[in-house]
T-cell receptor
Framework: QQKVQQSPESLIVPEGGMASLNCTSS?????YFWWYRQHSGKSPKMLM?????GEKEEGRFTVHLNKASLHTSLHIRDSQPSDSALYLC???????????FGDGTQLVVKP | EAAVTQSPRNKVTVTGGNVTLSCRQT?????MYWYRQDTGHGLRLIHY???????QIGDVPDGYKATRTTQEDFFLLLELASPSQTSLYFC??????????FGSGTRLLVI
């Protein structure tokens, strides 16, 4: 069964707007989350990672993590057309080095 | 610069054909992975390895073999290719606790 659930499947935001993406793990043995970004025709690139409760900000990108609910979210403020991509959430099982990917959120930023 | 290099970039084969996908990493990582990516399914793990000579089964292993000949080299083998194996294949490497570095991908078409 799918261990990492992402929502929404797709998202359209206007240029300059805020994009909010969600991710939840159904596996209680995960201890680390990543967000990867994959532009069309390219390989996934790590965007941000988080393992502590709370918030982490890097430029226009903010990640939140609630370890009790195993829920993480990615927020992109002042979205740009270049942010249009597939965003993949990944969670690591703390018993080995396996990480599980969600199916992704397809973000489109319209000029 | 540390990298993951996949070859070939594109491959066309006939049903029942024999295909080998190659991956080399210069990151000195212990872990290497083979994923396939299909629309609507995100990244699905086929096989992975934590060192030369080691092989672990992933989530979608049927129809695939893999071999890790050295720390740097990881191969994916399709001995009787089927159209259902038409996909985009990614190799990745990592170490414990580190994020994944992906190769550029191999597009495989089985006709």
């Amino acid at each position: 069964q799918q261990k990492v659930q992402q929502s929404p499947e797709s998202l359209i935001v206007p240029e300059g707007g805020m994009a909010s993406l969600n991710c939840t793990s159904s596996d209680r043995n995960v201890d680390y989350f990543w967000w990867y970004r994959q532009h069309s025709g390219k390989s996934p690139k790590m965007l941000m990672s988080i393992f502590s409760n709370g918030e982490k900000e890097e430029g226009r990108f903010t990640v939140h993590l609630n370890k009790a609910s195993l829920h993480t979210s990615l927020h992109i403020r002042d979205s740009q057309p270049s942010d249009s991509a597939l965003y993949l959430c990944a969670a690591r099982r703390n018993s080995n080095n396996r990480i599980f990917f969600g199916d992704g959120t397809q973000l489109v930023v319209k000029p | 610069e540390a990298a993951v290099t996949q070859s070939p970039r594109n491959k066309v084969t006939v049903t029942g054909g024999n295909v080998t996908l190659s991956c080399r990493q210069t990151n000195s990582h212990n872990y290497m992975y083979w994923y396939r990516q299909d629309t609507g399914h995100g990244l699905r793990l086929i096989h992975y390895s934590y060192g030369a000579g080691n092989l672990q089964i992933g989530d979608v292993p049927d129809g695939y073999k893999a071999t890790r000949t050295t720390q740097e080299d990881f191969f994916l083998l399709l001995e009787l290719a089927s159209p259902s194996q038409t996909s985009l294949y990614f190799c990745a490497s990592s170490d414990v606790g580190s994020d994944y570095t992906f190769g550029s991908g191999t597009r495989l078409l089985v006709i």
